[in-house]
C-alpha cells in the first residue's frame, strides 16, 4: 500500500506502507506530519490544504485490472 499526497490536482509524493502497521493509530498520521514538513512552503503557496489518499500498490502497478 501507498500513501499519496496531492496538492489540487498534483501527485507530490507516493510513501510505501507497511500494511500490518495500517490499523495501528498514528501510524498514518507520522508520514502525514513528515510530508507535510517536508513540503511546507509549497503548501503555503496553495490555497487548499494537501489531500491524502491510500491506495494498494498492486492494483494501482496493474491498473486495476484483474489478471484472470
Keep these: 500500500m501507498q500513501l499519496m ?3 489540487e490536482n498534483d501527485l507530490i509524493e507516493a510513501v510505501p506502507l507497511d ?3 495500517i490499523p ?6 507520522q508520514f502525514k ?7 511546507q ?5 496553495h490555497t487548499n ?3 491524502f489518499l491510500v491506495i494498494n500498490s498492486a492494483t494501482a ?3 486495476g485490472m484483474n489478471k484472470s
Design 24 to 29: 495501528r493509530p498514528g501510524y498514518l498520521g
Design 61 to 63: 502497478q496493474d491498473g
Design 19 to 21: 500494511d500490518k502497521y
Design 49 to 51: 490544504p494537501p489531500d
Design 33 to 39: 506530519r513528515n510530508l507535510k514538513l517536508k513540503y
Design 5 to 7: 499526497m496531492y496538492l
Design 41 to 45: 512552503e509549497l503548501i503555503r503557496q
